[in-house]
């Protein structure tokens, strides 16, 4: 009986038959705008304004350009050495997201942002033999590399 109940409120109130206020918003007119209603349910003030400051410092990414790597070297290496990827597109540094090894894609990768088109990556101990490839990340998407020789 009361699972009926409960459901038969559910549904008229969905369907708007019935109004609950929310929080200290109270009951509002249909098709009214009531500043950060949207937080009322949780006792919230609305977010309100900005920081001038941090949207004057937030760095503007391209997301039109694709980056595109053209060469890894060395193409042979063993887990720990360091090699340079160039390519084109990878954006500013702020904008760069990451390097990644495609087999060992969890481990964490320790890199350098050179310039918008040399990037530098010390191949994670965790790669295993065989070819890998390298990716890089950017605002704008990623870039896989050809294949590069793992080796022990």
Request: proline share 5%; charged share 25%; glycine share 12%.
């Amino acid at each position: 009986m009361a699972t009926s109940y409960l459901r038969g409120l559910l549904i008229a109130m969905s369907l708007g038959w019935i109004g609950i206020p929310v929080g200290s918003v109270g009951m509002a007119q249909e098709g009214s705008d009531i500043r950060g209603s949207g937080f009322s349910l949780f006792d919230m003030e609305a977010i309100v304004g900005y920081d001038e400051d941090k949207v004057k410092n937030d760095p503007v990414c391209d997301r039109e350009k694709r980056p595109k790597i053209l060469k890894v070297e060395p193409d042979i290496v063993k887990p720990g050495d360091r090699v340079v990827i160039t390519g084109e597109n990878f954006g500013t540094k702020e904008c760069f997201r990451g390097i990644s090894f495609s087999k060992a894609s969890k481990a964490k990768v320790d890199y350098k942002y050179v310039d918008t088109s040399t990037l530098e990556a010390t191949v994670p101990e965790a790669t295993p033999t065989g070819m890998t490839f390298v990716v890089a990340i950017t605002g704008a998407g990623s870039a896989q590399s050809k294949g590069v020789l793992i080796t022990r």
